[in-house]
């Protein structure tokens, strides 16, 4: 996004709501996103209404996040990764919480927990739970 914030800002900021038409392809391309994470964890389809939801706020939650290190550039960008991860596996486990059957098997949440919790930072929960570093 750093080569091009002016384009992603202008598209988050400026055109998301003017022209019905920019804000369409807009959301689709970001649901486009959506799905090809769903689908590189293994989410079952269709997906289900809770999943969708969820992952369309997890969305809102990155577009943010860009938006603020576009502004900022004073977070690192292994804290940002983790930031974005830590905020899936967050969003995936409260979804598999509100409904088992969403679609997400726990063995790929966890293993997103673990690669979340491979980034420097502090510990996860699962990390204190378990005595892991």
Same mark, same amino acid.
């Given at each position: 996004?750093?080569?091009?914030? &002016?384009?992603? %800002?202008?598209? $988050?900021?400026?055109?998301?709501?003017? +022209?019905?038409?920019?804000? &369409?392809?807009?959301?689709?391309? #970001?649901?486009?996103?959506?799905?090809? $994470? %769903?689908? &590189?964890?293994?989410?079952?389809?269709? !997906?289900?209404?809770? %999943? #969708?939801?969820?992952? #369309?706020?997890?969305?809102?939650?990155? +577009?943010?996040? $860009?938006?603020?290190?576009?502004?900022?550039?004073?977070?690192?960008?292994?804290?940002?990764?983790? %930031? @974005?991860?830590? /905020?899936?596996?967050?969003?995936?486990?409260? /979804? #598999? @919480?509100?409904?088992?059957?969403?679609? !997400?098997?726990?063995?790929?949440? +966890? =293993?997103?927990?673990?690669?979340?919790?491979?980034?420097?930072?502090?510990?996860?929960?699962?990390?204190? =739970?378990?005595?892991?570093?």
């Amino acid at each position: 996004m750093d080569r091009h914030a &002016a384009g992603f %800002l202008t598209l $988050i900021r400026g055109g998301n709501g003017s +022209d019905p038409e920019v804000r &369409a392809i807009i959301e689709d391309l #970001r649901w486009q996103g959506a799905l090809r $994470i %769903l689908d &590189a964890l293994g989410a079952e389809h269709p !997906i289900h209404p809770v %999943l #969708r939801a969820s992952m #369309r706020g997890w969305v809102g939650y990155l +577009d943010e996040l $860009i938006v603020d290190h576009i502004q900022h550039h004073d977070v690192p960008q292994e804290h940002l990764v983790r %930031l @974005a991860t830590s /905020a899936l596996t967050a969003t995936l486990r409260t /979804a #598999r @919480a509100i409904n088992p059957d969403v679609g !997400i098997a726990p063995a790929t949440v +966890d =293993r997103l927990e673990d690669t979340s919790a491979s980034t420097p930072g502090p510990k996860t929960k699962r990390q204190a =739970r378990e005595g892991t570093p």
